[in-house]
C-alpha cells in the first residue's frame, strides 16, 4: 500500500506543480515526502488522502519495522507517528532516530494524552506531538510548519509552501 506512481496531469488530487524529469526516466518531485506509521487502517487511509490532497507525496507503514526499512531507503522530510504499533512500537522507533544525523522530522499522531508521554516523545526527537482524535486540516498545517523549518538530516529539499488553495485544498 506505498505510492510508487506519480500522479499523472489528469488526476485531480495531483498539486498544481509537475516533478521534474531526471535522466533514465527518474522521476523526481519537488513535493514534500511523508511516511505514514499507523496501524489502524481507517485512519492510514484518511491521512494518506488528505495529505496527497495538500501536496505531499506518501508512503505508509502499520508497524515500526516497516517504516524503519521506509525512513532508510526513501528519506523522507517528515514521519508521522503512532506510539502503540505491533512489532516495534513508536518509542523504539524514536530511539533510532534520535542519534542520526540523517533522521526526519518526526510529529508524533497517538491517543496518548499523559503530559509526561509528550515530554518524553519531544525529549525523544519528536518535532511535534498530536493527540487523537485530531482535526486533518490543522495536523496538515502542522505536517507543512515542521516541513517549512530547517530540513531533515536526510531529505532534500520540499517545495516550502502548499499547493494553491493551503493546506487540505482540493486545489
Not at 44 to 73: C, P, Q, V, Y
Not at 75 to 104: F, K
Amino acid at each position: 500500500m506505498e505510492t510508487d506512481a506519480v500522479p499523472s496531469a489528469g488526476d485531480e488530487r495531483s498539486p498544481p506543480f509537475a516533478p521534474s524529469i531526471v535522466p533514465e526516466g527518474c522521476v523526481e518531485s519537488r513535493r514534500p515526502r511523508a511516511i505514514i506509521v499507523e496501524d489502524d487502517p481507517d485512519i492510514l487511509l484518511i491521512l494518506r488522502n488528505t495529505l496527497e490532497d495538500a501536496g505531499f507525496e506518501t508512503s505508509l507503514a502499520a508497524d515500526g519495522s516497516t517504516a524503519m526499512r521506509r525512513i532508510e531507503t526513501e528519506r523522507p522530510h517528515v514521519v508521522l507517528l503512532d506510539l502503540m504499533l505491533p512489532l516495534m512500537d513508536g518509542w523504539s522507533v524514536l530511539a533510532e532516530l534520535r542519534d542520526r544525523p540523517d533522521a526526519p522530522k518526526v510529529v508524533v499522531c497517538t491517543a496518548r494524552v499523559s503530559q509526561v508521554e509528550r515530554d518524553r516523545a519531544l525529549e525523544m526527537g519528536a518535532a511535534e506531538y498530536v493527540t487523537k482524535p485530531f482535526d486533518v486540516d490543522e495536523l496538515v498545517e502542522l505536517v507543512w510548519d515542521v516541513v517549512r523549518r530547517e530540513p531533515a538530516g536526510g531529505a532534500e529539499p520540499a517545495s516550502p509552501e502548499p499547493p494553491e488553495g493551503g493546506p487540505g485544498s482540493m486545489a
